[in-house]
């Protein structure tokens, strides 16, 4: 079974690999016009996040459902299910792209944006929201693509689409032949056209390789069936996924109190913790899939095996990856910024936030798995935890009484507290889950 989660894992990998190139590519580039755009970009991060959550979190569901139904054999509600979600995409997107354009002033200005600033941020945030569909469908799909088991070509899409990105954001930014220098605006449209390429790759592997779309217009009674399947899972998870923003948001106004200089380190630093996260993050793609898939079959062995190996790896991760950016803090800082206040924060941030890595995979993890057997308000509840009870308590004590590095410091202490929280909530959890599963109509309820 470890061989089996190794396979699954690792064209993830390349994945995960390619959107924390995204992501840092865009603030690489952007870094290079100076400060004021970079502190701009961090302003935006919390925001993004937000969408990305809600995003994931409905993505969540169908991977959850559609995964079920595969473990099950059951193809032809599968593609159901698929097709249904899509049209439930649309309707997200709407939603997010109006709210978000009548609301940029309101938001960001009690995010502590102001004058240049601020206007930098809505020349970025407008083209971002009119192109809104194409930062929600895709990961609909992706994740869809992942509940077949296919995570080659998942990867595949984000690698390509990174690469696109890297090409783009220099000569949309920047400026070069005919193209003319966009700067901020630039990184916005680059991402809006790399965005559009993965929709594209995905809807048609979905369709050609795993026939998992149909054309059909669906009646209205069937697709509101799949939505409440879906949602029963999605929007909790989305819940749940939108207190990591809205947390970040929180901590960005904290931040904002000791200067722009703050901003643009601490979003320099969310960029590039990235690539902490990105071989947890393959392993944690897997999951759902994984687990949804032997719920479903009724293997308890396998579901048990893999909940004791992902925790495992991610303690052993989150040590290594401690002592990795410690040693290199001040090398990665210097190739985002000169400006030694930025570049001094960001390098504490370094070496003070990446201690509690392997104890907020721990905590990912398990709230992975409650999404995988249709436990998502156990998953939500972990979260509540860690974000309201225990996160943005001590970042913001944590301000007070040690300054900027206080607010690091909270974020360990949340991270380790909340794990050891999650591991005894599963370890209940999952006991009583088992026993309630015993007899088929309990696990036909579950599913």
């Not at 000791?258 to 944690?284: H, K, N, T, W």
């Not at 898939?293 to 040590?319: I, P, T």
Request: net charge positive.
């Amino acid at each position: 079974m470890g061989r089996r989660l190794l396979m699954l894992a690792l064209p993830s990998l390349g994945g995960t690999f390619a959107m924390s190139a995204f992501n840092l590519a865009d603030t690489y580039f952007v870094s290079r016009l100076g400060t004021g755009p970079l502190a701009a970009m961090g302003f935006t991060f919390p925001i993004v996040m937000i969408v990305g959550s809600i995003s994931r979190g409905l993505g969540m569901g169908a991977t959850a459902v559609i995964s079920q139904c595969i473990g099950e054999g059951d193809h032809a509600q599968a593609r159901r299910i698929t097709t249904h979600t899509f049209f439930l995409a649309l309707i997200v997107v709407s939603t997010l792209s109006a709210i978000g354009l009548l609301s940029m002033d309101f938001v960001f200005t009690r995010l502590g944006a102001s004058g240049e600033i601020l206007t930098l941020v809505k020349q970025f945030m407008t083209i971002w929201y009119l192109g809104v569909i194409f930062m929600v469908v895709p990961m609909f799909a992706e994740g869809i693509i992942r509940a077949t088991g296919d995570t080659v070509s998942s990867s595949a899409i984000m690698v390509a689409g990174a690469s696109l990105n890297v090409v783009l954001d220099p000569v949309l930014i920047f400026g070069i032949g005919v193209f003319p220098a966009m700067g901020l605006r630039g990184a916005a449209v680059a991402t809006i056209l790399t965005r559009a390429f993965t929709l594209v790759a995905g809807v048609f592997i979905l369709h050609h390789r795993h026939r998992l779309i149909e054309w059909a217009l669906p009646t209205p009674s069937a697709m509101w069936a799949s939505w409440r399947r879906v949602l029963h899972i999605g929007v909790p998870s989305s819940a749940t996924a939108l207190l990591v923003p809205i947390s970040s948001a929180v901590i960005t106004r904290i931040v904002a109190g000791f200067g722009p200089e703050a901003v643009a380190a601490c979003g320099a630093g969310g960029r590039l913790e990235m690539f902490a996260f990105m071989i947890p993050m393959s392993l944690g793609m897997s999951l759902v899939p994984f687990i949804g898939q032997n719920w479903g079959a009724g293997r308890r062995d396998r579901v048990e095996l893999c909940r004791k190996y992902s925790n495992r790896f991610a303690l052993y991760w989150g040590v290594c990856c401690a002592l990795a950016f410690m040693l290199s803090s001040r090398w990665m800082a210097g190739l985002f910024t000169e400006d030694p206040l930025v570049l001094n924060i960001l390098s504490m941030y370094l070496c003070i936030i990446p201690l509690g890595y392997g104890m907020r995979e721990v905590h990912r993890f398990i709230g992975f798995s409650f999404n995988a057997v249709g436990r998502p308000m156990d998953s939500a509840a972990i979260n509540v935890i860690r974000v309201l009870v225990l996160l943005i308590p001590l970042a913001y004590l944590g301000s007070r009484l040690l300054g900027i590095q206080g607010v690091f410091w909270g974020s360990v202490a949340a991270d380790v507290l909340a794990a050891i929280a999650a591991v005894a909530w599963s370890q209940r959890v999952f006991t009583r889950r088992w026993s309630a599963a015993s007899s088929p109509l309990s696990r036909a309820d579950a599913g």
